[in-house]
């Protein structure tokens, strides 16, 4: 079946940006040069662009099943390489979203096929923090664990090569680990990341600590600190 309705949004679309902002893709066309790369879900509600407010070529994306980065993922690593050392981005965003499938997946150990193989690295996750969640309340677990998978994969970021190749040339590039709630459109920095690997590995307890604190596993705040990277 023919997607012509989608084509006919394009070239509505199209008309409407060059009679607003005569030159757009004039200009568009000429360069791209992004301060962020974003590393997201491929969950469909989660837009990057639309959901901070950036235009198409101000934001670098990569995406995949539960905004994973994993160190021998070389699709992962080769956009991270692109975007820091080719587009010079100066922010690097790992943002994962609540009520994610792929973390719901690895939470409750649902069988969906290939990408099993992939939601393994999320269940990595959940084992190292077993203790803490078990112990939490069962409303709270899927959104705890997206929250300690975005933080997890900051670390993972940060650890990476390219990360620690580019502060070791001297490149001011800050990591930062965001959440976003697809059932209120809002964005919550979960304090993890920064601009060297000893600081982000300094705030990385606190980061797993707080999400523990929030109402959801006050008794465990020894077991929380304690899985530190």
Known sequence: MPLT??????????AQMVRERPGFFT????????????IGCSDSRVPANQI????PGE??????VANVMVHTDLNA???????VDMLKVEHVIVCGHYGCGGVQAALQNVRIGLADNWIRHIQDVRDKHKAALEAAPK????D???ELNVIEQVMNVCHSTVLKDAWHRGHQIMVHGWIYGVHDGLLVDLKVGGSALEQVEHLHAAAVEHVFK???APALKNIAAAATY
């Open 144 to 146: 705890m664990l997206c």
């Open 52 to 55: 901070t407010g950036l235009e």
């Open 27 to 38: 200009g568009l066309s000429q360069q791209q040069n992004p301060r962020y790369m974003w």
């Open 59 to 64: 934001v670098f994306v990569h995406r995949n």
């Open 139 to 142: 409303q709270h677990q899927l």
């Open 214 to 216: 929030q109402n959801r």
């Open 77 to 83: 690593l080769s956009t991270v390489q692109y975007a």
């Open 5 to 14: 309705h989608l084509l006919n949004h394009n070239r509505d679309w199209a």
